[in-house]
Structure formats: structure tokens, C-alpha cells
T-cell receptor, first 113, second 117 residues
Framework: DAKTTQPTSMDCAEGRAANLPCNHSTISGNEYVYWYRQIHSQGPQYIIH???NNETNEMASLIITEDRKSSTLILPHATLRDTAVYYCIVRANYGGSQGNLIFGKGTKLSVKP | DGGITQSPKYLFRKEGQNVTLSCEQN?????MYWYRQDPGQGLRLIYY???????QKGDIAEGYSVSREKKESFPLTVTSAQKNPTAFYLC????????????????FGPGTRLTVL
């Protein structure tokens, strides 16, 4: 089972920031938070990941709470092409099956003009 | 261009036939993975391989088989024993498997949509 909880769907106006929340209250100390997104009928696309510090790259920012029980993915200026299902995944940093990505149902983000 | 390719994009087969899905990567990645996605659902891991000539079962391996004879190739065979083979199949690769850092971030191919009639 997925170890994260995300809202089923969200809307965002084009050009505004999209803030996607994720709860992972049972996360352990060595587990990272990963974000992927999947545009309809395509393979998932890696966005960003982090352990406990906030992270930023050319696509998004990841804000992780101090207790690490939740995080927020921020798309600073959403465009119509950002419409997709966004997956929040917690993943161990060791091998074997515990290191696998476990995808839940994600959040369907709809960016509207 | 570097990347992961899966072919074909759409595949139709009759019930009871085995079918092999292709996955090739030219990223020089050691690890490769196969996932299955059903409508409205997340991805589920079928098989993974950390290195050539080695592979392990994922969460839903029954009815599937794989081989890893070359670093760049990880074909998946959907056998007649798989009870519900119609699904979207995704292949992924990463530089290496354990660690949680950038080197084991998984990158996905475009997928193959298999329909069994």
C-alpha cells in the first residue's frame, strides 16, 4: 500500500502557483519523499525529491515540514501543460523490495485558463 | 537522443497468446524496472533488474517473465497464465538501485498499452 495521502483532485488558475499537499505521517528517518507526474497516457516524469531540507529545481520546489510528516510540491507558475496526475511517494534509501517506488492514486491537477 | 524506448505503443493480442514487450535504454543505466498500470490506478511493480543477468520479482510477478541478457534491454513477456493482461505497461531505468539519491532516480519510457481480445 502507498504510504502517502493526497487529495484526489485540485484546480489551479493558469499563471498562479499550484501547491500540492501530501501527508506521510509514518515516514521513517531514512525514507525520501519523491514527486512524479503523469500526463495522460504517457510515462511518469520525475520532478523532485528530498529527505528533510527544502529542495528547488527548474521544475518545482519541495517543502518538507520539520517533523517530515507532510510536504508540499509547489509549481510556481502553472501552465496548461502542467495538467497531470501528481504522485507523492516515500521511498527507502536501501536495496531490495523496500527500495521500490510505490505509486498511489495521486492528485489530478487541472490547470485552467 | 538518450532515453528509454518502448515498442510498440499499442499492442493487441488474442487471449491465450504470449506476448513480449520491448524496453531499450541508451542511458547506460544498471537498473531497469517493469510496472503495470490499470485505469485510474497507480503503478505496480512487476519485475526489476539491478544488473545484467539478474532480476527479482516485484509485487505482481505472477504470469510474467523477464530476461536481462544485455544492459540496455529488459524485455517483458506476458504469458497466457496472466489472468488480466490488458493494461498500460511502463518500463523505467535508473543509474543504480539503492541509495535514495539522484543516482537511483527512476526515469520512465512512454509505455505500451496492451489489449487482449
Amino acid at each position: 500500500d502507498a504510504k502517502t495521502t493526497q487529495p484526489t483532485s485540485m484546480d489551479c488558475a493558469e499563471g498562479r502557483a499550484a501547491n500540492l499537499p501530501c501527508n506521510h505521517s509514518t515516514i521513517s528517518g531514512n525514507e525520501y519523499v519523491y514527486w512524479y507526474r503523469q500526463i495522460h497516457s504517457q510515462g511518469p516524469q520525475y520532478i523532485i525529491h528530498g529527505l528533510k531540507n527544502n529542495e528547488t529545481n527548474e521544475m518545482a520546489s519541495l517543502i518538507i515540514t520539520e517533523d517530515r510528516k507532510s510536504s508540499t510540491l509547489i509549481l510556481p507558475h502553472a501552465t496548461l501543460r502542467d495538467t497531470a496526475v501528481y504522485y507523492c511517494i516515500v521511498r527507502a534509501n536501501y536495496g531490495g523490495s523496500q527500495g521500490n517506488l510505490i505509486f498511489g492514486k495521486g492528485t489530478k491537477l487541472s490547470v485552467k485558463p | 537522443d538518450g532515453g528509454i524506448t518502448q515498442s510498440p505503443k499499442y499492442l493487441f493480442r488474442k487471449e491465450g497468446q504470449n506476448v513480449t514487450l520491448s524496453c531499450e535504454q541508451n542511458l547506460n543505466h544498471d537498473a531497469m524496472y517493469w510496472y503495470r498500470q490499470d485505469p485510474g490506478q497507480g503503478l505496480r511493480l512487476i519485475y526489476y533488474s539491478q544488473i545484467v543477468n539478474d532480476f527479482q520479482k516485484g509485487d505482481i510477478a505472477e504470469g510474467y517473465s523477464v530476461s536481462r541478457e544485455k544492459k540496455e534491454s529488459f524485455p517483458l513477456t506476458v504469458t497466457s497464465a496472466q489472468k488480466n493482461p490488458t493494461a498500460f505497461y511502463l518500463c523505467a531505468s535508473s543509474i543504480e538501485r539503492p541509495g535514495g539519491g539522484k543516482r537511483d532516480t527512476q526515469y520512465f519510457g512512454p509505455g505500451t498499452r496492451l489489449t487482449v481480445l
